[in-house]
């Protein structure tokens, strides 16, 4: 069963960047698609970003496009999400999730599994 582990939120300044990582144990992370979320208090679960099992492809929120990269070693079994010029609206609990590579991409939380239990980003203005 695969466990994820997410790191590396903290308060920053808006304009900052900071690097999440998300760590799968349990079974190897080149087997899954790696998928990106936020939630931010009275609002649902959003997608963020994704990767392909090889890192080919990747998918990305319209909100985060061109601020926002992630990216996956699987060597160290661990995916980033690199988040630059972060702004207020960016704060949230950022989780990352599963699904198995050889289903189609998908923006929905509902289709990912094995959610870690999240960290927390904090942008102030």
């Known amino acids: 069963q695969v466990q994820l582990v997410e790191s590396g939120g903290e308060l920053v300044q808006a304009g900052g960047s900071l690097r999440l990582s998300c760590v799968v144990s349990?079974?190897?992370?080149?087997?899954?698609?790696m998928g990106w979320f936020r939630q931010a208090p009275g609002k649902e679960r959003e997608f963020v970003a994704s990767i392909s099992g090889s890192g080919s492809a990747t998918y990305y929120a319209d909100s985060v496009r061109g601020r926002f990269t992630i990216s996956r070693d699987d060597a160290k079994n661990t995916v980033y999400l690199q988040m630059n010029s972060l702004k207020p609206d960016d704060a949230a609990v950022y989780y990352c999730?599963?699904?198995?590579?050889?289903?189609?991409?998908?923006?929905?939380?509902?289709?990912?599994?094995?959610w870690g239990q999240g960290t927390q980003v904090t942008v102030s203005s």
């Open positions: 349990g079974r190897t992370a080149s087997s899954y698609r």
């Open positions: 999730a599963v699904r198995p590579k050889w289903l189609s991409p998908s923006r929905s939380p509902a289709d990912f599994s094995s």
